[in-house]
């Protein structure tokens, strides 16, 4: 990644975790300082690892509860097994998540915190005053889904690089990959190519109605 995409990477980052915490209005915005950024990013992943590791405990606990009942019935051992399997990469996704703040904080140490700001808010902006507009082009490429089915992750980062693609005059391969980029850390395979699939939708939509 060159020096000059890495605060734009950072600030996409920060505004897909920004996005469920901050409540401002939009003239409020501009008064968002990095340091409000960072703390919304950070109770983000902390609310995602507290349910990831309560549903990993719960999954556990049915584990144990199949494995004591496995000396009678072939198929709880099996059972067991899958929910052991389904814990642990439960427990593996709560450590990510737990990387990922000790990694915030040091990104946008290491990136030019000026441009960081104001391209998160930039992006937080156009998607609080376009999100009508955002989500209306999403629900139509979107066949048999909507925007409430998704993850509140996925949905953030299929509405932030509409936002890019659609208002922000962003290369549609440069927001598309920028997407699937962050997806991978931030959602799961299923999740990074169901985006991908939308988004290359999304694109063909506006090159259109560009020509059109």
Sequence with gaps: MSIRQQPRRTARILSLLSL???RAKS??????EI??????????????IESTIETASDELNRSNDQLFKSETRATNLGSARSMLKESIALTQKAI????????IPEFVQ?????EVREYALE????????RVEIEAILNEVMVDWTLNRLTQIDANILRLAVAEMAFLNVDHKVAINEAIEIAKSYSDDDGYRFINGVLRKVSDKLTKMIKS
Excluded: P
């Design 96 to 103: 990510n998540r737990l990387g990922s703040i000790i990694e």
């Design 35 to 48: 340091n409000d950024l960072i703390l919304s990013a950070i109770r983000t992943l902390s609310v995602e």
């Design 110 to 114: 290491l990136s030019r915190q000026h």
């Design 20 to 22: 469920s915490q901050i």
């Design 27 to 32: 003239e409020q915005i501009d008064d968002i």
């Design 123 to 130: 992006l937080i902006g156009t998607v609080d005053r376009r």
